[in-house]
């Protein structure tokens, strides 16, 4: 089986098995996505779902956020791990989104990447979630490893993984594979002890790196 085959019927079997798939992040609207995108960054999305209630009803919109104070946003978000760097990064977008695109969330890769704290793996998410755009595959740790050990790719930057997966998965496909692979690799193809024996891609993966 060639890369092709194995990266498009690894996926067959992983929406197969996650038909349901949803964001474990919480939100209610494309600015709180966006948000909590951002705060997700080398943290868990439980510990962002800990902060987010408070933080979206002291602050309700991008106009609120971008005149708050950094001291009392740091201690909303302080669970979540470089609280003092984030609440600088989240104000300062809530400012250009608030000043610059009138409170809209930008549907472009192009605009969504001049935020500060957003690169392609968030605005993949935001792109896919928000507006339903196959605009890429938003590859994170999950996505990444899995790919690897399927041989799909050997590099480690999310942004050339990202290249090798959307030469090997269709177009149509992209903005799924972050939902089910990251539930993959949660439940099963987990960093230090993967469940290889009751993998359901067990039979196709060579296993690179295990």
Not at 85 to 109: G, S
Not at 126 to 131: G, M
Not at 133 to 148: E, F, W
Request: charged share 25%; glycine share 6%.
């Amino acid at each position: 089986m060639d890369q092709s085959a194995r990266a498009r019927e690894a996926h067959r079997r992983l929406l197969a098995a996650f038909p349901d798939a949803r964001p474990a992040l919480i939100y209610w609207s494309a600015f709180e996505l966006l948000i909590a995108v951002v705060l997700s960054a080398q943290t868990t999305d439980m510990q962002v779902n800990r902060v987010t209630p408070e933080l979206f009803k002291t602050y309700a919109d991008a106009a609120a956020l971008a005149s708050a104070g950094q001291g009392t946003v740091e201690r909303i978000i302080r669970p979540v791990g470089f609280f003092h760097q984030k609440a600088k990064t989240i104000i300062a977008l809530a400012r250009r989104l608030h000043e610059q695109f009138d409170d809209r969330i930008p549907d472009t890769m192009d605009a969504l990447t001049t935020f500060p704290g957003v690169g392609r793996k968030s605005a993949n998410i935001v792109l896919a979630l928000v507006y339903g755009l196959n605009s890429g595959i938003a590859v994170d740790t999950h996505v990444g490893r899995i790919a690897r050990r399927l041989g799909l790719t050997g590099k480690r930057s999310a942004d050339k993984v990202e290249i090798d997966l959307k030469r090997l998965i269709p177009e149509e496909q992209w903005r799924s594979v972050n939902l089910t692979w990251v539930l993959h690799g949660r439940k099963t193809c987990r960093a230090k002890v993967p469940l290889c024996s009751v993998c359901t891609l067990r039979d196709i993966c060579p296993g690179i790196g295990v």
